[in-house]
């Protein structure tokens, strides 16, 4: 009878690197560009919100899908990357794309980061979600709304985001970029993105509802997440058919990207994305980009699928091997406690990309980080190569 195995465990992705093309766009909502990483960036702005009239051309303080994919880094016009740091404890930090400089924001713990009008906006996970935001230099730290919210986009026209209320219902609430005026736009219903003066909900049905009208329309009748919208068209995965999916803004021509997968971000042109290949140590994971307009696909990373231990150093077990002959493991790396045999080991593990303007980042656990920096956790810098940047 095979032993009990409690593993200290992650997943991902080492070295392996081929660079995905890159642009440089505005951050402004309309592009009609399908080069890849052609994603948004902030501009300052003096215009008021109108909630009754969204702009139809208008500054966003996030990019692609990296909301959906929680929101841990976003770039900023003035040349800065903000950040959840791994280094230090989940607090906010900016930093240049090149790692110098960088500079704590906040003690606080965000997600879904936003910037825009020199305001870094976002939820603190140690005050329940509550909404933030802090000047980009770090001054005038300011609760703008408490209460438990998520999905968070912030936009010229107002911030969109969710919230639960007392009965642990889901409503899509709009307010004011100083936290006033907070209304209720749609009830029952979680937020996937906002674009143009239309809020994009589900999760069971993807619907649109356009604020200016008034009317709510339905799209796709399945589960989606990692939604985003673009001049292109929505692109969303289908979680029950296990499909990423591109149709047009009208809802028309839904057609499949890709099947299989997951972590999915869109952003600008490129299909960032989780798959499985294989190597000489077994199956694998790989980090993938796809260019949606030429539907090539490179990988970014490939999975480190052996484990090491807490220095660094292989143990000679791959991921192969624990899963299918663990009988043959050697003894010396297995150790008892009251919860039955444990084997030390770990493995490298990642999910979303994040992109930040022209540059690409990754949450991620590394032995690559630990040999340089003693841990496991990091933020991964993969354009071009991959570097331990946080």
């Known amino acids: 009878m095979y032993k009990k195995f409690l593993l200290l465990m992650v997943l991902i992705l080492t070295s392996s690197f081929a660079a995905c093309n890159m642009g440089k766009n505005e951050n ?34 996030f990019e692609g899908g990296n909301i959906g994919a929680g929101g841990l880094v976003c770039s900023g016009k003035d040349g800065y990357i903000y950040y959840r740091s791994e280094s230090d404890g989940w607090k906010l930090y900016k930093a240049k794309p090149d790692g110098s400089e960088k500079t704590k924001l906040s003690n606080r713990v965000p997600q879904c980061i936003n910037v825009l009008e ?5 939820c603190d996970f140690t005050d329940d979600f509550s909404i933030y935001k802090v000047r980009t230099d770090g001054k ?42 907070m209304t209720m736009i749609v009830p029952d219903a979680s937020l996937m993105y906002y674009y143009k003066g239309k809020i994009y909900l589900g999760s069971k049905q993807l619907r649109v509802y356009d604020i200016k009208a008034g009317t709510e329309k339905a799209l796709i009748n399945t589960y989606v997440h990692n ?3 673009d001049d292109n068209g ?32 869109y952003c600008g042109g490129n299909l960032f994305y989780v798959g499985i290949s294989e190597n000489k140590n077994g199956p694998c994971h790989t980090v993938n980009c796809l260019n949606t307009a030429t539907d090539k696909t490179v990988v970014l ?3 480190a699928n052996e484990y090491f231990n807490a220095h660094g150093e292989w143990v000679g077990v791959t991921l192969k091997q624990f899963n ?9 790396l297995i150790k008892q406690d009251d919860q039955g045999d444990i084997f030390i080991g770990y493995t490298e593990s990642v999910g ?26 990091c933020i991964a810098r993969l354009d071009g190569r991959l570097t331990i940047w946080d």
Request: net charge negative; glycine share 8%; aromatic share 12%.
């Open 118 to 122: 020199g305001w870094v906006f976002f």
């Open 28 to 61: 402004i909502s309309p592009t009609d560009s399908s080069e890849p990483i052609n994603t948004t960036t902030v501009l300052p702005t003096d215009k008021p919100n109108t909630l009754s009239t969204p702009p139809i051309s208008e500054l966003l303080g």
């Open 227 to 229: 939604v985003s919208v």
């Open 324 to 332: 299918e002959h663990p009988e043959t493991i050697n003894p010396g």
């Open 140 to 181: 005038e730290e300011t609760k703008l709304v408490d209460g438990y919210y998520d999905n968070l986009y912030v936009a010229e026209s107002g911030m969109y985001f969710d919230m639960r209320d007392s009965n642990n219902s889901i409503q899509i609430y709009h307010a004011d970029l100083d936290g006033k005026n």
């Open 301 to 303: 990373l490939e999975e």
């Open 352 to 377: 979303y990309v994040y992109a930040a303007g022209e540059y690409l980042f990754m949450r991620a656990s590394l032995r690559e980080s630990i040999l340089e920096n003693g841990k496991l956790d």
């Open 234 to 265: 929505i692109y969303f995965w289908a979680v029950d058919k296990g499909e990423f999916h591109h149709m047009d803004l009208d809802g028309g021509n839904d057609r499949v990207i890709i099947r299989g997968g997951d972590y999915f971000n």
